[in-house]
């Protein structure tokens, strides 16, 4: 969770094709090839594209004329995962 997945491992979580925030194009398709060579680390570089997805939409979000994200709080099972939390403070670049 420290680190970024291989380079050659940069999906797009997309349950189907289309995507409305934070880029509105309803031809976005989901990126998850190729293959990981584990299941650990396609859910590392699945995390890892969840907060890409989610850092490119504050960013949006500032575009548009929103402070910048200081803080982000985190509630349900996924905050009671120290990894993704690491992860997604280290992509968001907040705590």
Known sequence: PDQDPPPHLRYYPLTRRGERFPVNDPDKEPVLEPAAASRLERLHALLHAMAKV???GYARLC???ADPVAQ???AG??????GWTRM?????GVP
């Open 88 to 92: 997604r403070a280290r992509v968001l």
């Open 72 to 74: 982000v709080l985190t």
């Open 54 to 56: 989610e850092a490119a």
């Open 63 to 65: 575009e548009l004329g």
């Open 77 to 82: 099972g996924g905050a009671c995962n120290a």
